[in-house]
């Protein structure tokens, strides 16, 4: 059997399927590409530039001079990395995140921002009280002690008014709000001084802004204690797997099926049936062109619209089909599969395609999928490269 190969495939190259992996060559090459990209920049912080602004003492006058910064490409990497683990862009994890003793800290207003995007809770809301003055103690750094090589701490107190913030929420069920209150940790200025976050020098809790300081500080608290999962993946709760995915319009309405439903299917189909094909590789394998994939779309869209519209009609003389184990229904895995918007739900329609008895539609969805998830690789190479390219581009 001979394989023909047109003049348009020879003009046209075949679509990259590299995309950001530490842990290859071609993968780990990309990022630092990216990260030089990114180095370059003036709109990403300080600890993200390959040149960092110094000021040096010349003589009597002092100066603002250009120093190489040698960590910047590793933060760049960093940061990219950081980006593909909580699916966010790497632009928004540089502008968002801060280089404190080694570690990327998310600021209180991104820590906000995840937890009312992540619909697990109601937005959060702030509880203000002023408690009265009172005076607060804390210790600052004095003199050098030679004897115990090391700073003797000085004891001094600072009068304030004692005001608290609490960070609360509703919790939301099904989309649903609930009676039930989530409450972070109170943070007060007591605690700021304390802390030595009020004695810092140009500390923003001296001044008028300290509500905001409080609000931000009760944010990132409620996060960490109530929400660690959907802070690191921004706006990713648990249960966001579970959430229905709408498939394929039938005369005004939608088929929904959820994930969970296709896991349980999975899990009560006999095992005999050999086991599920491994389709979570990078680079998909006897993936057909995209073309392919188009055609086999508009079928597959033709095809679950009418086996929607028969199965609500059992046909005399046919077995019932709670009466003995049928499989899946193909035309709803293909749904499924035409309707993914990521890789990941596309895995998951992807498994639940050995759940199907007919092993020719098996087959013939098989060729769908990989078709699908060779186009969505595709396209998030060609949004990477776009954006490289952009972002190297001259003024």
Request: glycine fraction near 6%.
């Amino acid at each position: 059997m001979t394989q023909t190969t047109t003049l348009e495939q020879v003009r046209q190259p075949a679509p990259s399927t590299e995309v950001v992996n530490m842990f290859s060559a071609a993968g780990f090459a990309l990022a630092q590409r990216i990260a030089q990209a990114y180095q370059t920049a003036n709109a990403v912080p300080a600890a993200f530039r390959s040149t960092i602004t110094k000021r040096e003492k010349q003589g009597n006058e002092y100066y603002d001079v250009e120093v190489p910064n040698p960590a910047a490409l590793g933060n760049c990497i960093v940061a990219i990395e950081t980006a593909q683990a909580v699916g966010m862009s790497i632009t928004a994890v540089m502008q968002n995140a801060n280089v404190i003793e080694g570690r990327l800290s998310w600021s209180g207003k991104f820590v906000i921002a995840a937890i009312n995007a992540s619909r697990r809770f109601s937005p959060l809301r702030f509880r203000i009280k002023n408690r009265g003055r009172i005076t607060a103690s804390y210790k600052e750094k004095g003199q050098w002690n030679r004897d115990q090589r090391r700073y003797d701490m000085v004891e001094k107190s600072v009068e304030i008014d004692d005001i608290e913030c609490v960070a609360w929420a509703y919790v939301m069920e099904g989309g649903r709000r609930t009676e039930e209150i989530i409450e972070g940790t109170p943070v007060s200025i007591k605690m700021a001084v304390e802390e030595g976050w009020y004695s810092k020098p140009g500390s923003k809790w001296q001044t008028e802004l300290k509500h905001l300081m409080l609000q931000y500080r009760a944010g990132s608290f409620f996060g960490n204690i109530h929400a660690p999962d959907i802070v690191m993946g921004m706006g990713r709760s648990t249960e966001e797997i579970e959430d229905v995915i709408d498939a394929v319009p039938n005369t005004g309405d939608s088929i929904e099926v959820s994930v969970e439903e296709l896991r349980r299917a999975q899990a009560a189909r006999p095992a005999s049936r050999p086991a599920p094909a491994d389709v979570t590789d990078v680079e998909p394998r006897d993936a057909q062109p995209e073309a392919t994939h188009t055609n086999a779309k508009a079928e597959a869209d033709a095809l679950a619209q009418g086996a929607a519209a028969d199965a609500t009609t059992p046909q005399p003389g046919q077995p019932d089909p709670a009466a003995e184990d049928v499989g899946l229904d193909a035309a709803k895995v293909e749904a499924q599969i035409n309707a993914a918007k990521d890789i990941q739900v596309l895995d998951l329609a992807g498994d639940s395609i050995d759940g199907v008895a007919d092993l020719s539609e098996r087959a013939r969805l098989q060729q769908i999928y990989q078709a699908r998830r060779l186009s969505m690789t595709s396209q998030q190479q060609r949004a990477a490269v776009t954006t490289r390219r952009r972002m190297a581009a001259p003024e």
